[in-house]
Structures are given as C-alpha cells and as structure tokens.
C-alpha cells in the first residue's frame, strides 16, 4: 500500500519533469536543432501529419537546418508549414531540399527566453507541488480512516517530501543547462 502511493507519487512528478524538459527543449537557443521543427504540421494530401514524417531534417552546421522532403513534390507544402508554424525562421526552398538558416539572438531576445524558461520551470514545479499536496491529503485520509498509522503517515510524508525535492532539483538542473545554451554567444 505505501509503496504504491509512493511510486504513483514518483510517477506523476515524473512526468511533470518530463513535460517541463521536453517545453524547454522546444525554446529556440542560437543553435540549430531538429527537435525546433517538433511542432510542424504539414498538410499531406488533405491529412496534417507531423513534417518529420514527410522529410528528414538534419542540422549540417551549428546555424543551418536542412529539411530533404522524400516527395520533392510536397516542397512547396512543407515550406508553407514552416511559416506558418511562426517560428521566427526564414526558409529558403532551392527546388530539392528547404535550408533554414537559424538566425543568432540578440541579448534582448535572450532575456526574453530565459525569463519564459524560468515561468515554464516553475510550472513544472507548482506541479511537482501538486502531486506532493494529494498525495499528502490521501495520507491523511488513510490515516482518518484508520488505514494507516500515524507513523506510517509520517514516514510517507518524509519519503514524498525527499522525492518532491528531488524532482524539483532536476528541473533547476534542467534550467541551469538551458539558460547556459541560450546565454552561450
């Protein structure tokens, strides 16, 4: 019993981890990388499918990201998406593959995305919190209706409390790399 409410604790802040990381990831840094192409929907044929499904992307250089359709027909497509997504990126499309060049940040702009990594790394944590708050009022639940004892209790509450801080821990880690690749010139 206690340990199924401790791993479905660890569980869901996991999760909320995960979230947090995989928001982060989606913030445009100086460099170039694939995963910012995640959110491109192109229209193949009347179904709007996923562009890493309809052409393989790869980042030949530090600033660049090239994006090879596999139906050279759906180029014009494909680059549509792209701009339509509005992801600040300029495509250039030369008739066989579509080159993004990833354009550096200003020191502005930069602070602008550590200030909304900083609101998005919170969110993850008012949601590690959350998870440590139900858990919690189930405790005290079990313990009202004599499930558990009040040690029990205590020692769960020790055991989620040391699990919340190590979650939260991960998404300051997760943070600090962020801000150092968005700050990096």
Do not use: W
């Amino acid at each position: 019993m206690a340990h199924a409410i401790a791993k479905d604790a660890e569980t869901r802040m996991q999760k909320a981890v995960e979230s947090t990381r995989s928001e982060l990831a989606k913030i445009r840094t100086g460099k170039a990388s694939p995963s910012l192409l995640d959110s491109v929907r192109v229209n193949y044929y009347g179904s709007s499918v996923p562009l890493k499904q309809v052409a393989s992307i790869n980042t030949p250089e530090a600033r660049l990201i090239t994006v090879q359709p596999f139906d050279k027909g759906q180029i014009a497509e494909i680059e549509k998406a792209i701009l339509k997504a509005d992801l600040g990126l300029n495509p250039q499309n030369d008739g066989q593959a579509i080159r993004i060049p990833i354009p550096p940040l200003n020191e502005e702009r930069r602070q602008d995305l550590v200030r909304l990594c900083h609101k998005l790394s919170e969110e993850g944590r008012i949601a590690i919190r959350n998870v440590r708050r139900d858990i919690n009022d189930h405790l005290r639940k079990e313990k009202k209706d004599g499930k558990i004892s009040e040690d029990e209790e205590k020692k769960l509450e020790k055991e989620i409390q040391k699990l919340t801080d190590a979650q939260i821990s991960q998404i300051d880690d997760i943070l600090k790399r962020k801000e150092a690749e968005i700050m990096e010139v």
